[in-house]
């Protein structure tokens, strides 16, 4: 797995890598819009994580996620974590670790 210096960088390099799919995160499953979809805990896997920090503040941090699901689509999920992290269930929680 690569290490990133920035978000951006990580996203441009995941997206030739075939990660073109903009996810986000629901309490209990992971959604495209742009393709009316839902994907469920046990519909998907994490294929890679990235944190990256803030520099001016420990509440910039975040999370990318490449992610591909079981019918083949993949895509990314950026989430923050610390103060605006997200309520999701014990489900989400588990397979985001």
């Known amino acids: 797995m690569e290490n990133y210096d ?11 890598r075939g ?4 996810f986000n995160l629901k309490e209990k499953h992971l959604e495209c819009n742009a ?10 896997d994490v294929d ?5 920090e803030g520099m001016s ?4 941090n975040s999370v990318l996620y490449a992610i591909s699901s079981k019918n083949g689509i993949k895509g990314l999920l950026v989430d923050a974590y610390g103060v605006y992290a997200e309520n999701i269930s014990e489900s989400m929680r588990k397979k985001l670790r």
Do not use: C, G, W
């Not at 393709?35 to 998907?44: A, T």
């Not at 890679?48 to 990256?52: A, D």
């Open 48 to 52: 890679e994580m990235h944190r990256f």
């Open 57 to 60: 503040s420990t509440d910039d």
């Open 6 to 16: 920035t978000l951006s960088e990580a996203i441009s390099n995941l997206q030739t």
């Open 19 to 22: 990660y073109t799919v903009d």
């Open 35 to 44: 393709l009316k979809l839902k994907i469920h805990p046990e519909d998907f």
